[in-house]
């Protein structure tokens, strides 16, 4: 294999970060490709296209899209059926690029254009009040999208990792203040 950086293959990626592949993000796909414990053909979003610009990248032949790992779609968007939202947040905890507005108790909305249609939303929903409209992509906008949807991704894992830092540091200040009231 030539010398390929996860970046490059990362860059190939479809960046819906929706873990069809087996792995929890398109970064840990194109890592496990990388160091060959993934085939490169486990990415249905990126199709057989994607499939052909990794082989590329590698200087491998290409080959089908394994569809063990699902079945390449024409690209689209969630919509919330507003009326039937229940407000349960669970859609919003599911979504890899924070791309659900909404409150507990209130009707959610996506915005559009920051959904990847990765569809993760979907199978939490109680009240499958959340479908996929298809979407047209324009080619020109393709890269960009997809580096948005990246930054997106690693600024929501940002996030999600202070938060659980952050409380892990409150539970140990309950923990050191309970210590310290015991006689």
Avoid: W
Avoid at 15 to 26: A, I, N, P, V
Avoid at 50 to 71: S, Y
Avoid at 81 to 102: M, N, S, Y
């Amino acid at each position: 294999m030539p010398d390929i950086t996860v970046d490059q293959i990362d860059a190939l990626l479809p960046q819906t970060q929706c873990g069809q592949c087996s792995y929890k993000g398109c970064r840990p796909y194109a890592e496990a490709i990388a160091t060959g414990e993934a085939d490169i053909n486990q990415c249905p979003p990126g199709g057989d296209k994607g499939v052909q610009a990794i082989a590329n990248l590698l200087g491998m032949p290409a080959k089908p899209l394994n569809t063990q790992f699902g079945q390449h779609k024409p690209k689209s968007v969630a919509f919330i059926i507003e009326a039937d939202c229940i407000g349960c947040v669970k859609c919003i905890t599911a979504c890899p690029v924070d791309a659900i507005l909404g409150a507990a108790k209130f009707m959610h909305t996506v915005i559009t254009n920051e959904c990847t249609g990765c569809e993760l939303c979907i199978e939490p929903c109680p009240m499958d009040c959340i479908i996929m409209l298809p979407i047209e992509e324009k080619p020109e906008q393709k890269t960009a999208k997809k580096l948005h949807a990246k930054q997106r991704y690693e600024t929501r894992n940002l996030r999600k990792d202070n938060e659980a830092l952050e409380k892990t540091e409150r539970m140990r200040a309950k923990k050191a203040a309970l210590l310290n009231l015991k006689p």
